[in-house]
T-cell receptor, first 113, second 113 residues
Framework: EAQVTQNPRYLITVTGKKLTVTCSQNMNHEYMSWYRQDPGLGLRQIYYSMNVEVTDKGDVPEGYKVSRKEKRNFPLILESPSPNQTSLYFC????????????FGQGTRLTVV | GNSVTQMEGPVTLSEEAFLTINCTYTATGYPSLFWYVQYPGEGLQLLLKATKADDKGSNKGFEATYRKETTSFHLEKGSVQVSDSAVYFCALSDLSNTGKLIFGQGTTLQVKP
């Protein structure tokens, strides 16, 4: 089954404790993205990757890092989480860079206290 | 820049009522337009899409027509069911080769029996 898998689904952590949210896709897509979803703001792109070892900032990259060492995996790293990063996070993949639909993971609800 | 505006929710309807969720966009070029649906506790699923002017996307009884002259992509369904209760997002594809989708803020639909 074609899918994007994120882990964990739920995470509560404390300010400053490094964490990683994993994302994996099995569709051989070149493009992958991370979004955060906040009430009244819809989804906003954090980072994206066009292929292995090619990543770039999206609209709200501050406080986040990513890596793309393999085509299927695109982890999101919060080196020093802060309460304003409490949000619902989605990983997405797509076969192309423009005018194509994206496939989304189930989401990770992160709470930073 | 490109943007999407959706009608504010929540929208509450009785079962079998007619649904319209308004979506308008601002874009340069000719983006593809999408409606995504998010059921409670789940990720985003593509509901329908349209790739050029006057295209009509349809799925599960939902329809939306890409109207370039009014820059709109309103979602409609003739007879909603309780199972349609979800958050609906209108989105457009950013043509900057980043794989990014630009989302509206989302509209919550609640259908009562």
């Amino acid at each position: 089954e074609a899918q994007v898998t994120q882990n964990p689904r739920y995470l509560i952590t404390v300010t400053g404790k490094k964490l990683t949210v994993t994302c994996s896709q099995n569709m051989n897509h070149e493009y992958m993205s991370w979004y955060r979803q906040d009430p009244g703001l819809g989804l906003r792109q954090i980072y994206y990757s066009m292929n292995v070892e090619v990543t770039d900032k999206g609209d709200v990259p501050e406080g986040y890092k990513v890596s793309r060492k393999e085509k299927r995996n695109f982890p999101l790293i919060l080196e020093s989480p802060s309460p304003n990063q409490t949000s619902l996070y989605f990983c997405a993949s797509s076969p192309g860079g423009g005018n194509t639909e994206a496939f989304f993971g189930q989401g990770t609800r992160l709470t930073v206290v | 820049g490109n943007s999407v505006t959706q009608m504010e929710g929540p929208v509450t309807l009785s079962e079998e009522a007619f649904l319209t969720i308004n979506c308008t966009y601002t874009a340069t070029g000719y983006p593809s337009l999408f409606w995504y649906v998010q059921y409670p506790g789940e990720g985003l699923q593509l509901l329908l899409k349209a790739t050029k002017a006057d295209d009509k996307g349809s799925n599960k009884g939902f329809e939306a027509t890409y109207r370039k002259e009014t820059t709109s992509f309103h979602l409609e369904k003739g007879s909603v069911q309780v199972s349609d209760s979800a958050v609906y997002f209108c989105a457009l594809s950013d043509l900057s080769n980043t794989g990014k989708l630009i989302f509206g803020q989302g509209t919550t639909l609640q259908v009562k029996p």
